[in-house]
Protein backbone atom coordinates (compact mmCIF):
# COMPACT_ATOMS: atom_id res chain seq x y z
CA UNK A 1 0.00 0.00 0.00
CA UNK A 2 0.78 3.82 -0.53
CA UNK A 3 -0.27 6.65 0.90
CA UNK A 4 -0.59 8.62 -2.51
CA UNK A 5 0.32 12.15 -1.20
CA UNK A 6 3.79 10.97 0.42
CA UNK A 7 5.50 7.86 -2.00
CA UNK A 8 8.05 7.86 0.84
CA UNK A 9 5.15 6.25 3.30
CA UNK A 10 4.01 2.75 2.73
CA UNK A 11 1.96 1.42 5.65
CA UNK A 12 1.79 -2.80 6.16
CA UNK A 13 0.32 -4.99 8.77
CA UNK A 14 2.74 -6.73 11.21
CA UNK A 15 1.81 -9.47 13.40
CA UNK A 16 2.94 -9.08 16.68
CA UNK A 17 2.59 -11.20 19.68
CA UNK A 18 -1.00 -12.35 18.76
CA UNK A 19 -2.55 -9.09 17.60
CA UNK A 20 -2.57 -7.18 14.08
CA UNK A 21 -0.88 -3.85 13.97
CA UNK A 22 -0.66 -1.71 11.46
CA UNK A 23 2.78 -0.29 11.72
CA UNK A 24 2.72 3.69 11.78
CA UNK A 25 3.59 5.79 8.78
CA UNK A 26 2.28 8.88 9.52
CA UNK A 27 4.47 11.88 7.93
CA UNK A 28 4.91 14.74 9.99
CA UNK A 29 4.65 16.98 6.91
CA UNK A 30 1.47 16.14 5.77
CA UNK A 31 -0.27 14.66 9.10
CA UNK A 32 -1.31 11.06 6.93
CA UNK A 33 -2.21 8.52 9.63
CA UNK A 34 -1.88 4.73 9.07
CA UNK A 35 -6.28 5.07 8.82
CA UNK A 36 -5.65 7.65 6.46
CA UNK A 37 -2.78 5.74 4.09
CA UNK A 38 -5.39 2.41 4.43
CA UNK A 39 -8.94 4.54 3.08
CA UNK A 40 -6.58 6.13 0.14
CA UNK A 41 -4.86 2.65 -0.91
CA UNK A 42 -8.82 1.30 -0.68
CA UNK A 43 -10.08 4.06 -2.79
CA UNK A 44 -7.12 3.77 -5.32
CA UNK A 45 -7.90 -0.12 -5.61
CA UNK A 46 -11.35 1.00 -6.44
CA UNK A 47 -12.98 -0.92 -3.90
CA UNK A 48 -15.33 0.74 -1.40
CA UNK A 49 -14.88 1.18 2.21
CA UNK A 50 -17.72 1.25 4.34
CA UNK A 51 -17.64 2.29 8.16
CA UNK A 52 -15.25 5.05 9.37
CA UNK A 53 -12.02 5.73 10.98
CA UNK A 54 -11.85 7.38 14.10
CA UNK A 55 -7.93 8.12 15.22
CA UNK A 56 -5.47 5.83 14.57
CA UNK A 57 -5.80 2.04 14.13
CA UNK A 58 -3.57 0.51 16.81
CA UNK A 59 -4.02 -2.94 16.46
CA UNK A 60 -7.25 -5.61 15.14
CA UNK A 61 -7.52 -8.89 17.90
CA UNK A 62 -8.07 -12.06 16.58
CA UNK A 63 -9.20 -15.06 17.92
CA UNK A 64 -7.11 -18.74 18.70
CA UNK A 65 -10.01 -21.45 19.99
CA UNK A 66 -8.90 -23.87 22.18
CA UNK A 67 -9.91 -27.12 21.69
CA UNK A 68 -12.48 -29.06 23.91
CA UNK A 69 -11.85 -32.77 23.95
CA UNK A 70 -14.88 -35.14 24.25
CA UNK A 71 -14.23 -38.74 25.07
CA UNK A 72 -17.68 -39.80 26.43
CA UNK A 73 -21.24 -39.35 24.86
CA UNK A 74 -23.28 -35.78 26.12
CA UNK A 75 -23.90 -32.43 25.68
CA UNK A 76 -20.99 -30.35 23.35
CA UNK A 77 -19.14 -28.40 26.18
CA UNK A 78 -19.39 -24.58 26.11
CA UNK A 79 -17.01 -24.22 23.47
CA UNK A 80 -15.74 -23.03 19.72
CA UNK A 81 -13.40 -25.63 18.99
CA UNK A 82 -14.93 -29.65 19.88
CA UNK A 83 -12.67 -32.40 19.20
CA UNK A 84 -14.08 -35.76 19.61
CA UNK A 85 -11.53 -38.32 20.95
CA UNK A 86 -12.27 -41.37 21.28
CA UNK A 87 -11.24 -44.74 19.35
CA UNK A 88 -13.87 -46.73 21.08
CA UNK A 89 -16.74 -46.17 22.13
CA UNK A 90 -18.65 -44.36 20.16
CA UNK A 91 -19.57 -40.75 21.22
CA UNK A 92 -23.32 -39.37 20.64
CA UNK A 93 -22.81 -35.59 21.15
CA UNK A 94 -25.81 -33.29 20.82
CA UNK A 95 -25.91 -29.91 20.68
CA UNK A 96 -28.64 -26.68 20.23
CA UNK A 97 -28.02 -23.85 17.65
CA UNK A 98 -27.28 -20.26 19.55
CA UNK A 99 -27.41 -17.38 17.57
CA UNK A 100 -24.24 -16.35 16.72
CA UNK A 101 -22.12 -18.98 17.69
CA UNK A 102 -19.06 -20.05 15.95
CA UNK A 103 -18.48 -23.86 16.49
CA UNK A 104 -15.85 -26.08 14.92
CA UNK A 105 -15.85 -29.82 15.89
CA UNK A 106 -13.95 -31.94 14.28
CA UNK A 107 -12.94 -35.67 15.01
CA UNK A 108 -9.00 -36.52 16.49
CA UNK A 109 -8.77 -39.65 16.78
CA UNK A 110 -8.28 -41.96 13.91
CA UNK A 111 -11.32 -44.34 14.38
CA UNK A 112 -14.19 -44.93 12.31
CA UNK A 113 -16.41 -45.93 14.71
CA UNK A 114 -19.22 -43.46 13.80
CA UNK A 115 -19.14 -40.43 16.24
CA UNK A 116 -22.68 -38.37 15.73
CA UNK A 117 -23.38 -34.96 16.50
CA UNK A 118 -27.39 -34.14 16.83
CA UNK A 119 -28.72 -31.03 16.99
CA UNK A 120 -31.51 -30.12 18.28
CA UNK A 121 -32.43 -28.18 15.18
CA UNK A 122 -31.16 -28.84 11.73
CA UNK A 123 -28.05 -28.17 10.58
CA UNK A 124 -29.29 -27.67 6.39
CA UNK A 125 -32.56 -27.06 6.74
CA UNK A 126 -33.31 -30.80 7.09
CA UNK A 127 -30.48 -32.79 8.91
CA UNK A 128 -29.90 -33.05 12.26
CA UNK A 129 -27.01 -35.66 12.59
CA UNK A 130 -23.46 -35.79 11.60
CA UNK A 131 -21.55 -38.48 11.45
CA UNK A 132 -17.94 -38.39 12.12
CA UNK A 133 -15.73 -41.53 10.67
CA UNK A 134 -12.26 -40.97 10.24
CA UNK A 135 -9.68 -38.23 11.51
CA UNK A 136 -9.47 -34.54 10.97
CA UNK A 137 -13.62 -34.58 9.47
CA UNK A 138 -14.91 -31.40 10.08
CA UNK A 139 -17.87 -29.03 10.44
CA UNK A 140 -17.75 -25.77 10.54
CA UNK A 141 -20.85 -24.48 11.90
CA UNK A 142 -22.54 -21.19 13.02
CA UNK A 143 -25.66 -20.62 14.92
CA UNK A 144 -28.27 -18.30 12.51
CA UNK A 145 -31.18 -18.94 15.01
CA UNK A 146 -32.46 -21.64 17.80
CA UNK A 147 -33.17 -24.40 15.30
CA UNK A 148 -30.67 -23.80 12.66
CA UNK A 149 -26.87 -23.70 12.02
CA UNK A 150 -25.45 -22.81 8.70
CA UNK A 151 -22.80 -25.20 7.49
CA UNK A 152 -19.63 -22.74 6.78
CA UNK A 153 -17.48 -25.97 5.46
CA UNK A 154 -17.95 -29.75 5.91
CA UNK A 155 -14.19 -30.92 5.59
CA UNK A 156 -13.39 -34.61 4.37
CA UNK A 157 -17.67 -35.20 3.72
CA UNK A 158 -18.84 -35.27 7.11
CA UNK A 159 -21.92 -37.24 6.55
CA UNK A 160 -25.35 -35.63 6.98
CA UNK A 161 -28.92 -37.63 7.88
CA UNK A 162 -32.37 -37.06 9.41
CA UNK A 163 -32.53 -39.19 12.48
Excluded: C
Amino acid sequence: MSDSSNSSATPTIALTSGTFVPVQSENSSNGKTTADAIATYVAGAGKALTGSFAGNITSVGYEVFTPAVMTTTGIVPSASYIQLDSATPKIAASITPTVGLFLVVSQKDAGTIGHTLTTAGTFDGTNNTATFAAANKTLVLFGISSTRWAIISNVGSVALSAV
